[in-house]
């Protein structure tokens, strides 16, 4: 039997050598073969497996974009299997520069103006269209489509370690296409800068009412000279702070998701996400807030959603969409600048993973998260940009001794501890975390895990973490207590609310060290609600975690 197993191999791996050959690659027939070549080669290669990522793209199905609302937002014709080619690099040159919205020139606006026209003028059949561009973000962040070597698991890439890389491979084939329509191999999209002082209203292009980059469904008392709240909830007073002590606030907030609470890899990337994972569920720093928290403020107040930027299955209908997660693609490469790249991963499965994406051809192309790594090679870049967040590294909110003594007076209010707690978060809790669980080498980020998050409701959830809370009136990231931040965004899936078991893990060795309390046997973590909804929320526990 073994014999003739083998020779099935051969012949299929001789025919597909032969097809590549005479470039009659066909996708679909080709993955089949390849899929079942890696089943029959179980047996011979100690049962290893290939937990890589990939989408059917003939099993689409609807999807919840909110969890009361079904949307169908699948390709016309999904059913019937198309050719594909798999990503070739392009050339060198020219180089596409990515260059900051707030600082374009009337030039260049006029002619994205005319690329987005054009785009906005294709019909829906060309995939090259924007309505069909933005049905792109409907189908892969909403769970429409299933798994290709997982049947009947849904393929949803926010919340896992698929956020960069896929957004990434969705802007770069968007920003060639618009070049094309135009005839220009230069063009590059712009980046919204809202992690520098003088980038932190939207672009003034993108609320002219005359122009395509308009859209009417946005939150219009964010509008210019409206600065942009990077930790924004729809229940605060609204704006929370003056011009300035927002601009600082939100300097603050970024060193946190870029430095202090991103000093490992997943903390940065969001969880581990392969074949057939359905426990995966933990966004990274930049993922959970400022991404959610922005699309949140720019969508609609009017909406149930705050649609189309406040929901995923709406949000790229909005062209600063666009601007947003260009910086987003940006932010990736200056985190993995200041880590000297050290932290990148290297998992075959999260390298092999691939999506798929038409280009300015209309040719179907196979994309893997390893072809797009180096930017360089993608062909763009980015103009310089000032980091000023990196100075920002903030203060306790109270001398450490004096808040000791404080939490210590405390100490007898009773507080809920962590290894026993099941509690519905309608109102501020502080909890016990013991520490006896020490590091085992220096470079280990020690991390406070709140885990067995379930959200119920349509209703957007964020609440805030604290270490060592002793002052209630200084509940601010510009002070060193801020330990991060739960954003939750809800829809997805085919089968309506998720009432998944969700973790959040934040970095807090570097703020330990800055309170002083690196050596305490325990710490005090308060979770703050920010937003009502959060009554609709219930919460397992509270734990330390190392992470190597």
Known sequence: MAEKKWILI???????????????????????????????RKPFNNGGKNLAIGPNLTACHS???RPDLLVYCCPPGFQNPVPFTDFKFPDPSPVRVRRL?????????AKYNKALSIMKSLPYDDPRSFHRQANLHCQFCTGAYEMLNSSGSELNIHRTWMFFPWHRMMIYFHERIL??????????????????????????FYVDKSSPFFHSQRDFSHFPPRVADLDYSPDDNDPRFDRKEQTETNLAFMYNRMVSGAKKTELFMGCTYKAGDKNCDSPGTIESAPHNTLHTWIGSGLNPGREDMGKFYSAAKDPVFYAHHSNIDRLWEVWRDINDR????DDSDWLNSFFLFY??????????????LDITKLGYSYEEVDRPWLNHRPPPSVPPEQARRITNLKQNENPVFSSDFRRVLDGKLTVTV????????VDEEETVVVYGIVVRGNEYVKFDVYVNLSDDTKMNPKFREFAGTFAYIPGGGRGGPNLKKMKLKLGISELLKDLKAD??????????????????VSIEGIKIEYIK
């Open 10 to 40: 051969l012949s299929l791996t001789f025919i597909i050598a032969v097809s590549q050959v005479h470039h009659l690659y066909m996708g679909e027939l080709t993955s089949i073969m390849l899929e079942k070549l890696q089943q029959w």
């Open 63 to 65: 999807s919840y974009g």
């Open 101 to 109: 919205a707030h600082l374009l020139n009337e030039s260049f606006i």
């Open 179 to 204: 070049g094309s329509l135009i005839g220009d191999d230069t063009f590059a999209l712009p980046f919204w800068a809202w992690d520098i002082p003088d980038g932190m209203t939207i672009p003034d």
């Open 342 to 345: 050290k932290l990148d991963i």
């Open 359 to 372: 280009d300015e051809n209309l040719n179907l192309v196979k994309i893997k998260v390893k072809d797009v």
């Open 434 to 441: 013991n520490r006896s669980v020490k590091r085992e080498k």
């Open 519 to 536: 050596e305490d046997e325990s710490i005090w973590v308060t979770l703050v609600p920010r937003t009502t909804s959060c009554c609709n």
